[in-house]
């Protein structure tokens, strides 16, 4: 599988973005999708992740903001973005593993669980 993140840029607070990340290599029906972001000089935090056949989980800042959603058709998971403010400016990633636990989706919420990365996209939010 590889990874390919679309759609930052520079936005207002209060504006949105939709970013994208295209799945390719393989289709598959177990998955697990995650999306984090890393600011500068900061270590990559945990935004949100989607498991296959359950509902998406949130990190409490971006909770009732963000909102992660998969096209199976197109094999392409976005990271709706709403009320964007200046602390969200970050190089988002998304994150992909086939290795599907059940539980809770908090031990999605590391970095170490996935193993193959898009290259990233940069959101700036000015205030």
């Known amino acids: 599988v590889q990874l390919q993140a679309s759609g930052g840029g520079l936005v207002q607070a209060g504006g949105s973005l939709r970013l994208s990340c295209a799945a390719s290599?393989?289709?598959?029906?177990?998955?697990?999708m995650g999306w984090f972001r890393q600011a500068p000089g900061k270590e990559r935090e945990f935004v949100g992740v989607?498991?296959?056949?359950?509902?998406?989980y949130y990190a409490d800042s971006v909770k009732g903001r963000f909102t992660i959603s998969r096209d199976s058709a197109n094999n392409t998971f976005y990271l709706q973005m709403n009320n964007l403010k200046p602390e969200d400016t970050a190089v988002y990633y998304c994150?992909?593993?086939?290795?599907?636990?059940?539980?809770?989706?908090?031990?999605?919420?590391?970095?170490?669980?996935?193993?193959?990365w898009g290259q990233g996209t940069l959101v700036t939010v000015s205030s």
């Open positions: 290599g393989r289709t598959f029906n177990v998955f697990v």
């Open positions: 989607k498991r296959s056949g359950d509902i998406p």
């Open positions: 994150g992909f593993t086939n290795k599907y636990l059940r539980g809770s989706p908090y031990y999605y919420s590391s970095p170490a669980r996935y193993n193959v």
